[in-house]
C-alpha cells in the first residue's frame, strides 16, 4: 500500500495519520486495520479491490482473515452513517470485491509526518473497559435544568443574573452552576467581558457529558475541550478535562499509549499550573502511574486529589478501581457506594459499584447495579452482568449476554449471533478446545476485553492470567476479576504468584500492608484466595508454590 496521505473522500476528510475521519464540526475515530482498507480503496477510487487483494495486502494471511473484511467494511459503512450521510460510499460488486462511490481528492500540503499535538480531534478507536487504575471512567453530569439555562441565558432580565453567576462559579472553579441567582457589585463588574468565558464553560460542560458517554464520543469531547481553551487559555478545567480525554483514549479509541500519556500528563500539568486545587490532574498522573503497576505512587496521587476535593466522583471511582485490583475489595465497594450516592444517574459509576459487589459475593446486589448501568448507557455491563450468570451456572445466558455485546460493538455480524452463543456454550461445556477453534471467530481475537472473557469460560487460569498481566491495550479492564470467583481456584494457579510479582501488587503489600485477599506463611510462601472466600474464611487460603 502507497504512503499514507491526507484525501478528501466525497463530503469527508480523511486523516490516515490519525485514524479519523471528519465532516463539519463532527470527527469518527477509525480503527487503523479498518483505516488501512479505505485507504486502499482510495488508491484506485471507482475501481474494485477484490477481497483477496484487501485480505493480502492488510492482514497478509491467506486464511481466518474474510470475517475481518466484512467487519472492516461494515464498521466504515455505519461510519457514514452516523454522521447523517445516506448516499452509498462503498459499494459492494457481488464475487469481486468493494469500491468506492464517492470521489476521492489528495489534499495538497497536507503532511502526515507533522505531529497531532494542537489538532482537534482525537486519533484513536472505539474500545470499552472499566478498570482498575487505568480511571478512563471519569465523567460529570449536567442536570436538563443546568443545561437548558446555559443553553438559553441571557434571553431575559433574569437570564442575565444565571449569567453572572455562571461567571462567578467557573471563574471560582465550580464545575456545575447552582440553582441560585446572584447580582452582587462584584459579580455584575465581570459581566462585561463574561460572553466568552460562558461561552467556553458551555463547551466545557459538553465536553464532560460527551466524556461520560465514552466511545467515539471522546474525540468530539477533545475537541470541545480544545475549544473552551481556546476561548479562555487560563481555563483549567478544561485542561483538567482534556487530560483525562487523552488518558482515556489509550482505552477507548486506541492512541498508542506513550501518545495518550504525554499529551494526558502535558494537560494536567498544566492545569495544576493554573490552579493547584484541583483534584483531576492529580488523578489523572494517578493513573499513569498505575497503568505502570506504580501502585504506591498511584494512590499518593489520589491520597492528595481526595484531600482537594472529597466529594469528586471521578476521583473516589478511580480510588475504588485502584482499591479493588490491589485486593481491598471491601474498601473499594465504600467508596464507590460513596460516589454513586453523590451521582446515582451515572451508568459508569453503577457499573463500577457492581464488580464492587461482585467481588464481596453480593451478586444479586451486583445484578441490580449492573441492570442500572446498561439502562443508563454503559453496554458493557451486559457482557459484565454475563459473568454472573455463567457463575451461577446460567451458561445459555452468559453465551447469550456474550454474543449480544459482541455484535453491539460490531465485532460480529447479527446474522452470527445464534453461532456465537452455541460456540461460547461449547466452550464452557468443554466439548471443545478454545486455542484450536478461535479461527471460527477471528474478530474476536482483536479485541482484548472479548478474548479476556473467552478464556475465563474456557477455565483456563494461565491464559487469563497473562493477557491480564500483558495489558495490550493498556487499560487493565479486567484486572479486579483476578479476585473473583469466576475462573474458581485461580487464585491457587502456579503461574498466580508471578502474576501479582510481575504486576507490581507484592512490592505494594510489603510497602503499605497486605489485603485479606494474600499473606505470608510462616514459610515466606505467599497465600491467596478470592475475595468472597477472604471475607468469610480465611482457612480456605492456600499457598501459591
Known sequence: MKKKRHFQLGTFRVEPTRNVVLLDDQSFSIEPRIMDVLCLLAETPGEVVARDDLISEIWNVQHGADESVTRAISVLRRTFREAGVTEPYIETVPKRGYRLAAPVQYIAGANPEIG????RASSFTEKVDVTAVAFENSH???????SNTLRFVGLAIVAMGVLAFAVFSYKNGNEQIPGVLSTGDAVSAEVSDS???????????????????????????????EAAIELDPRFARAYAGLATAHLVSASYLRTPTEVAHSRAREMAKKALELNDQLSEPDAVLAAIEGLRNNWSEALDYLDRAEQNDPNNTRVKQWYSE?????????????????AVAIEPASGVLNHVAANAF???????????????????????ARLTRGLIYFHRGEYAAAAEAYALYAREIGFIATDRVADLEQFVQRIIAGEIVLSENLEAFPTLTQDEDLLAILYLFAGDSVEFLKLIEEDVDSDKAWFWMVWSDFIPGIQEHPYFASFVKNTGLVTYWRDRGFPKTCKVSDNTELVCASTVHARNDASVLNAVR
Request: aromatic share 10%; proline share 1%.
Open 140 to 146: 460529570v453530569q449536567v442536570t436538563p435544568t443546568q
Open 116 to 119: 497531532i499535538k494542537n489538532d
Open 195 to 225: 460572553s466568552e468565558k460562558l461561552e467556553a464553560f458551555r463547551l466545557y460542560q459538553e465536553g464532560r457529558n460527551l466524556l461520560n458517554k465514552r466511545g467515539r464520543n471522546i474525540s468530539h469531547a477533545i475537541i470541545k475541550f
Open 358 to 380: 461482585t467481588l464481596v459475593g453480593d451478586y444479586e446486589s451486583a445484578i441490580q447495579y449492573y441492570e442500572r448501568a446498561q439502562q443508563l448507557g454503559f453496554e458493557k
Open 322 to 338: 485502584g482499591l479493588l485490583n490491589l485486593g481491598f475489595a471491601d474498601a473499594g465497594l465504600e467508596k464507590i457506594v460513596a
